[in-house]
């Protein structure tokens, strides 16, 4: 049972797209298993066409018509390869979010000791940081706040974020207020995470002496 879903106002940006991309796509990946949300985002959507509607008419240009016919006689663009997807042995029955369908994913990463990460990137938006975490059972993500906001969907496994349980089908939402450190279940989790701004880790910054 999904316990936490992303705030009514990260679903109105997102049903009005000025959601960033990196962000939208976790909102997305989130929606596409959680009924309540996909019946909240097609009850915005409505909501917005049914305004877009009632306003005037907007006159256009004289060569407007023109325009749309000439793009009409260009011929198709030759279709793109199918985007580089990495094997990432993911633990049996788990299935990436259709969300990820046109995004490149590369292999994993260390981070930490029992964290890893794979970057995830999207070709109409290379410079959102967005990325798969795999934490090991019953392991810490190093302790950390954010310089924007952080979301942080469940695909399998799960976590704890002080009181509350994350799970399967769960999303987290984080901003710059949040500092925390997740710790893993002890079968581990694997998450996509959308971030905004980095990471803040407090341990660097006192090696740095900042």
């Known amino acids: 049972m999904i316990r936490h879903h992303p705030t009514l106002e990260t679903l109105l940006a997102h049903a009005a797209g000025t959601l960033a991309d990196g962000p939208a796509v976790v909102v997305e990946a989130h929606a596409q298993g959680c009924p309540q949300c996909r019946a909240t985002l097609d009850a915005l959507d409505a909501t917005g066409g049914q305004l877009l509607g009632e306003l005037s008419p907007a006159p256009l240009e004289p060569a407007t018509f023109e325009r749309v016919l000439a793009r009409l006689d260009v011929s198709p663009a030759v279709r ?43 070709p109409w938006a290379p410079a959102q940081n967005l990325m798969l975490l795999r934490v090991g059972g019953g392991r810490r993500v190093p302790h950390h706040s954010h310089g924007g906001m952080e979301l942080t969907q469940v695909l399998w496994g799960g976590f704890r974020d002080g009181d509350d349980r994350y799970g399967p089908g769960d999303l987290g939402e984080a901003d710059e207020t949040t500092a925390h450190q997740p710790l893993a279940d002890p079968e581990g989790c694997i998450c996509l995470a959308s971030l905004e701004g980095g990471l803040r880790l407090p341990w660097l910054t006192r090696l740095l002496g900042k």
């Open 80 to 122: 793109p390869s199918p985007p580089r997807q990495a094997s990432l042995a993911l633990p049996q029955g788990t299935r990436l979010p259709a969300a990820l369908r046109n995004a490149q994913i590369g292999r994993w990463f260390w981070v930490a000791p029992g964290v890893r990460y794979s970057r995830v990137r999207l």
